[in-house]
Nanobody, 130 residues
Framework: QVPLVESGGRFVQAGGSLRLSCAAS??????????LGWFRQAPGKEREFVAA????????YYGDSMKGRFTISRDNAKNTVYLQMISLKPEDTAVYFC?????????????????????WGQGTQVTVSS
C-alpha cells in the first residue's frame, strides 16, 4: 500500500492556479509526527525541492523559484498536506511528489534533500501551457 497519495494535478494555462493534495494512506506512519515536503521532477531533470512544512504547520520552507507563488499547508486531523500554487508558469510543469520525513521538526538543510525522506507518494502530473 502506497503510504501517500497525491491528487489535484491537471492541465492548466499559464497564470492559472492549482491546489495539490496529498493524503496519508492506511497506518504506515503517524502523519502528525512527520515533516512533509513537496518535490517535483520534470522529464530529463533531477528531482527538485518545492516546499516543506513542520509537523505542527508552524514552520515552512520554499525553493527559491516557488517563493511568493506556492503555499504549503497541512491538516493533521485529515492526514493531508496541501500545495497551493498560483501564477503558474510553463516551467512548473512536472510530476509533483509529496514525502514524509521524521523527525517532524523542519531543518532546511535536511528538508531540501530528498534522500532524507522516509515515505513517498507516486506523484501527480501538473502541466502548464504557455
Amino acid at each position: 500500500q502506497v503510504p501517500l497519495v497525491e491528487s489535484g494535478g491537471r492541465f492548466v494555462q499559464a497564470g492559472g492556479s492549482l491546489r495539490l493534495s496529498c493524503a496519508a494512506s492506511g497506518r504506515t506512519f503517524t502523519f502528525s509526527s512527520y515533516a512533509l515536503g513537496w518535490f517535483r521532477q520534470a522529464p530529463g531533470k533531477e528531482r527538485e525541492f518545492v516546499a516543506a512544512i513542520s509537523w505542527d504547520g508552524n514552520n515552512t520552507y520554499y525553493g527559491d523559484s516557488m517563493k511568493g507563488r506556492f503555499t504549503i499547508s497541512r491538516d493533521n486531523a485529515k492526514n493531508t498536506v496541501y500545495l497551493q500554487m498560483i501564477s503558474l508558469k510553463p516551467e512548473d510543469t512536472a510530476v509533483y511528489f509529496c514525502a514524509a520525513d521524521f523527525p517532524g521538526t523542519l531543518e532546511t538543510s535536511r528538508a531540501t534533500n530528498f534522500h532524507e525522506y522516509d515515505f513517498w507518494g507516486q506523484g501527480t502530473q501538473v502541466t502548464v501551457s504557455s
